[in-house]
Structures are given as C-alpha cells and as structure tokens.
C-alpha cells in the first residue's frame, strides 16, 4: 500500500487534507454516494445526472483503489460481461457496444423517483469504459488525473 500526501503546494510546505489515499478516496465517496442515494440535503445529487455521473465517477476511483474495492468492481463487471459479453449466449458485442448501452441505459431513460437504477448501471459501466479504451476511455483518463491530483499520485 502507497501512502502520498496532499501538499499545498511549491513553497507552502504544508499539507492540507494530510494522507489521502486511494482506498481512503474510495471510501469516502461510497459514503458520499449512499448520502446521495438517500436523498441528503447536504449531498445534492437530486436527479438521475448527477446521481449517474457521480457513480461513474465512483465506479473508476474504487478500480483505481484496487484492494477489496477492485475486487467488488470486478463483480460489479460479471454481471454485464456474462450477458453480453464473449461467450455469453447473445453473442459476444464487445466492450466498446458494452460500454455505450450502459451509459446509455445511465443517462438517457426518465429514471423518476427511483434513484438506484443510474447507480447500478453506472457502476456496471465504470469497469467496461476502462476495458473498452477508444473515446471511452477519455472520461477514464480525466477521472484517473484529478485522483492523481487529490491524492498526490502520478497520473
């Protein structure tokens, strides 16, 4: 396990969140999403956008983190990848087909008052984005610069 740390800055010298790591990131943003999922006030991820893109987010900080939250992102990649996925009996689509009807299943159907479905498609798709690299991989390599950012790691 890596420990880095969050300095100011060149010339300041002083941290300023101290050690923040990958597994901790993770961490707090599951904590965060489950605020989010509830409905907080202080958390206001209100409609299926925000909700979805912060999943997504989420979804790529925890394979990034590896550990136990690599192995539940994996899981999380079974499930589309045993539907659709090589050798699954609606044939194999590939990881680029994969990862946009997830997206799309995030993003684009009127979710209402239900707020777990852009979550789990969302999560379904992080691990799939990463897999199928081409534009798909754009919102990977952004993610993976501002964790390198937060957390003092390089990119």
Do not use: C, Y
Request: proline share 5%; charged share 10%.
């Amino acid at each position: 396990m890596t420990l880095t740390t969050l300095a100011a800055g060149p010339g300041i010298g002083h941290q300023i969140f101290g050690a923040v790591t990958l597994t901790g990131l993770s961490g707090l943003l599951a904590f965060l999403l489950l605020l989010g999922l509830r409905g907080n006030k202080r958390v206001q991820l209100t409609d299926d956008d925000r909700l979805g893109a912060f999943a997504l987010v989420t979804g790529l900080v925890w394979m990034a983190a590896g550990s136990s939250w690599g192995d539940f992102m994996r899981g999380v990649n079974s499930v589309p990848n045993g539907l659709i996925g090589s050798g699954s009996p609606m044939g194999n689509w590939g990881a680029g087909a994969v990862a946009a009807l997830f997206v799309a299943i995030t993003f684009l159907p009127d979710w209402g008052t239900k707020r777990f479905p852009p979550v789990a498609f969302a999560l379904m798709a992080a691990p799939t984005l990463a897999e199928a690299g081409g534009i798909w991989a754009i919102p990977v390599n952004v993610v993976r610069l501002l964790v390198a950012m937060v957390t003092g790691g390089a990119g």
